[in-house]
């Protein structure tokens, strides 16, 4: 059974940082996308950052680029997600997602995904 499972969230103040953890299993994703999305109370899920299967390629959102830094780790099966300068407006489920063969890395649709974890940033 394919599983996707995030860490890391939490409650931090603005201007802090968090680093969100995604580990997969059930199989082996190091050649397709990883990303992470996000869905903030009464908004629709927008994208947040994405990372192609080696890592060469690493899209952003661009309200986000300069704070958000995403990585992964094959060997893993990890991705990850290193969130500096955080705001109250960052507060939001992130959610994990793996494999956009079907579509696009921006866009997807991704094939799997967690069940996500909360991020609140007080301010």
């Known amino acids: 059974q394919v599983q996707l499972v995030e860490s890391g969230g939490g409650l931090v103040q603005a201007g802090g940082s968090l680093r969100l953890s995604c580990a997969a299993s059930?199989?082996?994703?190091?050649?397709?996308?990883m990303g992470w999305f996000r869905q903030a109370p009464g908004k629709e899920r927008e994208f947040v950052a994405a990372?192609?299967?080696?890592?060469?390629?690493?899209y952003y959102a661009d309200s986000l680029k300069g704070r958000f830094t995403i990585s992964r780790d094959n060997a893993k099966n990890t991705v990850y997600l290193q969130m500096n300068s955080l705001k109250p407006e960052d507060t939001a489920v992130y959610y994990c997602?793996?494999?956009?063969?079907?579509?696009?890395?921006?866009?997807?649709?991704?094939?799997?995904w967690g069940q996500g974890t909360q991020v609140t940033v007080s301010s």
């Open positions: 059930g199989r082996t994703f190091s050649s397709v996308a």
């Open positions: 997602a793996a494999d956009a063969s079907a579509g696009t890395i921006l866009m997807g649709p991704y094939a799997y």
């Open positions: 990372t192609t299967w080696n890592g060469s390629g690493k």
